[in-house]
């Protein structure tokens, strides 16, 4: 091999490579772009949880005022259960006295001397 032949061959060689090294930049161009792409999502990712972060503290707040109201609301039901029973025990005794007078009554419409004075 020549000496002319070998500088053709190195010179094969080196615009091969020149080509890769062309092809490798343009690649790690794009994987900086990718990068920076990357980087946005992420912050914006951040963000994303930090707002979900305060949405959950909030709703965590909402749940315990809601325990809080069930728990008051299951108070009154049995404060209202326990007037209803108290108003039946009462609508029981009121209905036995309407009884007890009207015994008394028809006692009373049934007996005619009552009414009428014995001394006429």
Not at 104 to 116: E, G, K, P, Q, S
């Amino acid at each position: 091999m020549t000496d002319e032949q070998k500088l053709d061959l190195i010179l094969s060689k080196m615009t091969d490579m020149q080509s890769d090294i062309g092809s490798l930049k343009a690649d790690v161009a794009g994987l900086k772009t990718d990068v920076a792409d990357l980087k946005t999502d992420v912050a914006v990712l951040k963000t994303d949880v930090a707002a979900l972060k305060t949405d959950v503290a909030v709703l965590k707040t909402d749940v315990a005022v809601l325990k809080t109201d069930v728990a008051a609301l299951k108070t009154d039901m049995e404060n209202v259960k326990k007037d209803i029973a108290g108003l039946k025990r009462m609508d029981d005794m009121i209905f036995d006295e309407v009884e007890r007078v009207h015994e008394i009554l028809n006692a009373h419409t049934a007996d005619t001397l009552l009414h009428h004075p014995t001394y006429m």
